[in-house]
């Protein structure tokens, strides 16, 4: 990876009270830099998906301001491919093969043809998934349509990924592969990522920076720097170190006491 360079999404005193009257997000301060791989890592229900939606331009600030590369994300995504998404749920059109399912954000697009065909076919192949360009997604297992899903995202050539959870649902040798496989895209790409866990481990592993949020409504708690190099060791002891102390955090910003 390049240095890291300018500011690619700001969160400003941001305030989020859905119309249940439940508030997700209270004076949520963050900024997030270009090429950085960043983990939200917090309680069920402390507004991390609200926060990562928000940046996506799928929903609206009660108070503050959400900006991305400098706009109003909703106008980012009106204008641009520079924001892609990837859910917990690969989300795959079931009548439509592999190859197809990737092609359809450049179709809706109007890009060439010819184009957007070997765009698709590059993207599949970056998740290992070349030879599968004709199966359809009652064929694949879970962890290959969530590829299917990553390579739908890079398709677009995104200057920035949302991931909301993605890894969440498989089990936990197929998680590390794609986590592997993830920070492999990360250096190619030189894209920003914005991740969301429940994780401790998987933020550690992922992460430039993990921003720890408070219970709900949701704040930022601590922000810790992962000095650690790529790719990581799960069994060293510094790799542990920090996953203790992200850890703590998290136990911090529940309401409970640290271990000691």
């Keep these: 990876m390049g240095a890291i360079q300018k500011e690619v999404v700001c969160f400003r005193q941001v305030d989020k009270v859905y119309n249940t009257g439940t508030i997700a997000l209270s004076q949520f301060d963050l900024s997030i830099r270009e090429g950085e791989f960043i983990s939200f890592l917090g309680p069920s ?13 799928l929903g609206n600030v009660t108070n503050g301001k959400v900006e991305v590369f400098g706009q109003d994300p909703k106008e980012v995504i009106r204008n641009t491919n520079d924001i892609a998404f990837v859910f917990q749920d690969a989300n795959l059109l079931p009548w439509r093969s592999v190859l197809d399912n ?71 040798m197929t998680r590390q592969t794609l986590q592997m496989d993830l920070l492999d895209i990360w250096k190619k790409e030189n894209t920003s990522i914005l991740f969301v866990t429940h994780n401790v481990y998987e933020a550690v592993y992922l992460s430039s920076r993990i921003a720890v949020m408070s219970a709900r409504p949701g704040r930022l708690s601590k922000l810790i720097e992962v000095d650690l190099p790529y790719p990581r060791e799960r069994t060293i002891t510094r790799f ?20 000691v």
């Design 45 to 57: 229900g402390c507004g991390k998906s609200t926060a990562l939606r928000m940046a996506a331009g």
């Design 102 to 172: 990737v092609l359809l954000p450049l179709e809706l697009r109007g890009s060439d043809k010819k184009a957007r065909k070997e765009t698709a076919i590059n993207a599949l192949e970056m998740v290992g998934l070349k030879d599968y360009l004709k199966s359809y997604p009652r064929q694949l297992s879970g962890g290959m349509k969530m590829r299917v899903s990553i390579a739908r995202a890079l398709a677009a050539k995104p200057k920035m990924l949302l991931m909301d959870e993605p890894f969440a649902a498989l089990d936990e």
């Design 240 to 259: 542990n170190e920090y996953v203790e102390m992200a850890s703590k955090s998290l136990e911090h910003s529940m309401g409970r006491r640290e271990l």
